[in-house]
């Protein structure tokens, strides 16, 4: 039983250059979720999905894309990598709305990315 | 104003000491608040839910106070493994996402 699984785990770019992440989960979950943690700034809200097809913007939704082709990912990609986007990225995923009956949300490793 | 709020900290205790931690929140509509633990380096992880009248988990107390919109974890008999940093959770305003507070540290010492 996986959960939430990232890749990769740890990256480093150069300005400029694009990656994607990946974010899998196989609890057949509706909701999932793109955050980053920086220093001092807790954990904020990229883009998110509440189900296959669709995305959202979160607190934080510049220079970043998404997409959810498949109930099971969720994809996170910077067209065009800058030193302000290095930072710890994070993945989670919910059966539904955030409520006290299910596991508000289950969460991945991380992903430690680097912008040089 | 942040929608969620809590004191950096670090909290350095004594093992075997009690510690509480606050938060408030900004948004009186929010219905659903929680704690989350987080370990260095390593991937937020539910602690308990809090509700209403109050809740209890072990040594783990949370409190919530809607009237004046603030949330408190109380750790009795603080262990060395308690040592973490305390994410206070609120349902955001659609009731689609979560919004997280910046966290606590808190460091147990022997």
């Known amino acids: 039983n996986a959960g939430v699984t990232q890749t990769p785990k740890f990256r480093v770019l150069k300005t400029g250059q694009s990656m994607t992440l990946l974010c899998a989960q196989d609890m057949n979950h509706e909701y999932m979720y793109w955050y980053r943690q920086d220093p001092g700034m807790g954990l904020r809200l990229i883009h998110y999905s509440v189900g296959e097809g669709t995305t959202a913007k979160g607190e934080v939704p510049d220079g970043y894309n998404v997409s959810r082709l498949k109930k099971q990912n969720f994809l996170l990609g910077l067209e065009s990598a800058a030193p302000s986007q290095t930072s710890v990225y994070f993945c989670?995923?919910?059966?539904?709305?955030?409520?006290?009956?299910?596991?508000?949300?289950?969460f991945g490793d991380g992903t430690r990315l680097s912008i040089l | 104003r942040k929608e969620v709020e809590q004191d950096p900290g670090p909290f350095n205790v004594p093992e075997g000491a009690t510690v509480a931690f606050n938060c408030t929140y900004s948004?009186?509509?929010?219905?659903?608040f929680f704690w989350y633990r987080q370990d260095c380096r390593k991937e937020p992880k539910l602690l308990m839910s809090v509700y209403s009248s109050g809740n209890e988990d072990g040594r783990f107390t949370a409190q919530l106070n809607r009237a004046s919109q603030y949330i408190s974890l109380l750790i009795r008999d603080s262990k060395l493994s308690d040592s973490a940093t305390y994410l206070c959770?609120?349902?955001?305003?659609?009731?689609?996402?979560?919004?997280f507070g910046a966290g606590t540290i808190l460091r147990v010492k022997s």
């Open positions: 989670a995923s919910s059966p539904n709305r955030p409520s006290h009956s299910n596991q508000p949300q289950h």
């Open positions: 959770v609120v349902k955001g305003w659609d009731g689609n996402k979560l919004v």
């Open positions: 948004n009186s509509a929010s219905q659903s």
